[in-house]
């Protein structure tokens, strides 16, 4: 079965770090591009970062540009959100997600939730 489990979520206070990461099976990982996504309570699901499949392109939203980082390892089939400098208004339901143009196969994980608070 295909599945996408996220990790790595917790409370932390701001200025603060976390790694989130998300775990893949059931699918060929390489051929996907991935990316993270987060929604905060009352809003609108928003992209974070993505990461193409082939050469590993990333691109961010500009409210996490230079705190956080995007990276993938097609051997171990996970893909890794660090998140340093971390500000209240980061808190939210992070989401890993996987995209594949080709057939248009689209997968999500269920989240993990990262509180930043003092």
């Known amino acids: 079965q295909v599945q996408l489990v996220e990790s790595g979520g917790g409370l932390v206070q701001p200025g603060g770090s976390l790694r989130l990461s998300c775990a893949a099976s059931?699918?060929?990982?390489?051929?996907?591009?991935m990316s993270w996504y987060r929604q905060a309570p009352g809003k609108e699901r928003e992209l974070v970062a993505g990461?193409?499949?082939?050469?590993?392109?990333?691109n961010y939203a500009d409210a996490v540009k230079g705190r956080f980082t995007i990276s993938r390892d097609n051997a171990k089939k996970t893909v890794y959100l660090q998140m340093n400098s971390l500000k209240p208004e980061d808190t939210a339901v992070y989401y890993c997600?996987?995209?594949?143009?080709?057939?248009?196969?689209?997968?999500w994980g269920k989240g993990t939730l990262v509180t930043v608070s003092s």
């Open positions: 997600n996987a995209f594949r143009s080709f057939n248009a196969v689209n997968y």
């Open positions: 059931g699918f060929y990982f390489s051929n996907y591009a």
């Open positions: 990461i193409t499949s082939v050469s590993a392109s990333t």
